[in-house]
């Protein structure tokens, strides 16, 4: 038996340079940057502005830690407004991260600006007074521009905050609002609603802009207890699980007991050995693996997680392809993302005999609703994955009298499974297949989008059920819309 791959060094495709400016002040603040760092050069009195800004981050991370750094500061929005697009954004070195590093920066910062002051100071009462404070600050906001723009564009655009001295005496201040119990209430940390839904797919960590890594530090109290996280819902926003929020500790213990738990109540951790892989197309690919030892409980339209690194560990999500319990095999069909950090690993580590670890299953979206007896199933692109066990069960099962499955790709090459779904419709005549293809002068059928194809279909007192990229989820969900469909009709699933 093969070994089970060695763990990989971190690829530069790991940090991904996703959307951080949710709001109008975190996307324009950097204005206030430029106004007083440059500004102050011909009017140093503007340097004074920056005295407000010290009181009210002090104020604000003694109740909520660095929320200040991710949602209002000036310099932040600079590094995330405008130097992201361009930054290298790569691992921030970790000597950056040391607290012997951030303390002794902060003493040398505190011991120039204090001396500063000082030789200012004897010109208390002179008409040039505030122009020198106001340019100690003018000075200091430039370096800062500055270095934590250059070390923005050459490593990752939050490395400065990670020493920054403000960032130094916000934790200080928090750490005093801890002590004092006064964050308790106040202070808003990532929380996860459900444990047992995180793909551990890492997305939380490579999208951090400070190079955190939430879902390997989750508390007992599903919280992510990080003095440095900055509080800025990066990662609440880009969690393909939508398990992420900010919340405070009694509404985290709330969502706790209050989660619906059904999606992940099966999940456990399977050894496998990777059966065979084979081609579909170009960039499709099936994998199959044999349990070794335990049977899984598997619902169709449910998926799996398949870990792909150990350290630090990471899995990717695939919705379950097939599965035949007698066999005791599971298999996942994946397509290769472009510029993708697991399926690249999938595709070019992955080899048949080696041994993988799955999780799962996890998943209740697509699981068949029993009280319904109609259902239609819309699957775009690799979304058709979870339908090929969902067609075999609904088509077999007596509880289901009628199936429609509309599949939407841009090309007929891209139709996947189309044998084993034209085999179903021959065998079932309470199943109908429909093939729409958007962009192919060659394709004789249907042409459209799933959208085209919802407008001439009866939806009335049917489940629909629906599975592929965003955009296609977005405007089905806009259509079902139009077309009067209940919401609570609706389930879907998306990366
Ligand atoms: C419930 C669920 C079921 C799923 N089922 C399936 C399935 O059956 N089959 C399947 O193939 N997939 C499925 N997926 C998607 C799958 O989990 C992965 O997300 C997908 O394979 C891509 O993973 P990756 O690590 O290769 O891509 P990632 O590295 O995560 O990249 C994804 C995309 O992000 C962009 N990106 C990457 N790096 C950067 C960067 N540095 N800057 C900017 N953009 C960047 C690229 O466009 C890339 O294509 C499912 C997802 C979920 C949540
Ligand atoms: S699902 Fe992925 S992004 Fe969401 S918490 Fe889990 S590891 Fe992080
Ligand atoms: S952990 Fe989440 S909220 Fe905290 S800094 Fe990272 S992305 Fe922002």
Request: net charge positive; hydrophobic share 40%.
């Amino acid at each position: 038996m093969k070994p089970q791959f060695k763990p990989l060094a971190l690829k530069p495709s790991y940090n991904i340079k996703a959307q951080r400016t949710f709001t109008v002040i975190r996307k324009y603040a950097f204005f206030f940057t430029l106004l007083v760092a440059l500004g102050g050069l011909y009017e140093p009195k503007l340097g004074l502005l920056v005295i407000p800004v010290m009181i009210g981050l002090v104020l604000a991370s003694f109740f909520k830690g660095r929320f200040w750094c991710g949602n209002i500061c000036a310099h932040g929005s600079l590094f995330d407004s405008l130097l992201l697009p361009v930054s290298r954004n790569v691992r921030i070195p970790g000597f950056f991260k040391w607290k012997i590093f951030s303390l002794a920066f902060f003493t040398l910062f505190t011991y120039k600006l204090v001396s500063r002051f000082i030789m200012i100071a004897g010109l208390y009462g002179s008409s040039s007074f505030w122009d020198k404070i106001g340019l100690v600050f003018v000075s200091s906001y430039l370096m800062v521009t500055v270095s934590g723009g250059l070390l923005g564009l050459i490593v990752s655009p939050r490395t400065w905050c990670n020493f920054c001295p403000m960032g130094f005496m916000q934790k200080a201040s928090y750490s005093v609002g801890r002590k004092l119990k006064v964050t308790e209430s106040t202070d808003e940390k990532i929380t996860v609603s459900d444990q047992n839904q995180c793909h551990k797919c890492g997305k939380c960590a490579r999208v951090c802009p400070m190079q955190l890594s939430p879902y390997d530090h989750f508390s007992d109290k599903n919280q992510f207890d990080s003095v440095d996280c900055l509080k800025c819902s990066t990662c609440v926003s880009h969690c393909p699980a939508g398990i992420l929020n900010l919340a405070n500790q009694s509404t985290a213990s709330f969502m706790a007991k209050h989660i619906n738990k059904r999606a992940g109540e099966n999940r456990r951790r399977f050894d496998t050995v990777l059966a065979a892989s084979r081609l579909l197309a170009d960039d499709v690919r099936e994998f199959t693996f044999q349990l070794k030892d335990n049977d899984i409980s598997f619902t169709p339209g449910q998926f799996i997680l398949v870990r792909i690194q150990n350290e630090p560990e990471m899995f990717r999500a695939f919705s379950v392809s097939r599965f035949n319990s007698e066999a005791r095999q599971i298999s996942v069909t994946v397509k290769k993302a472009p510029r993708g950090f697991g399926t690249d690993i999938l595709f070019n580590q992955f080899e048949d005999g080696m041994d993988v670890v799955l999780e799962g299953p996890v998943g209740d979206e697509l699981i068949l609703d029993e009280d319904s007896r109609k259902a239609v199933f819309v699957g775009g692109g690799i979304g058709i994955t979870p339908f090929l066990p969902l067609v075999q069960d609904a088509v077999e099962d007596g509880a289901i009298d009628e199936v429609k499955l509309i599949y939407g790709v841009n090309k007929e090459n891209e139709i996947l499974y189309r044998e084993e779904f034209e085999a179903l419709e021959k065998k079932h005549d309470k199943f109908e297949f429909i093939k729409v293809v958007a962009f192919d002068d060659k394709w004789k059928g249907e042409k459209g989008f799933v959208t085209d194809v919802m407008e001439r279909l009866d939806l009335d007192d049917r489940v629909i059920y629906m599975c592929g990229p965003k955009p296609m989820i977005n405007a089905s969900l806009n259509k079902l819309e139009q077309l009067g469909v209940a919401e609570e009709a609706i389930r879907y699933e998306s990366a």
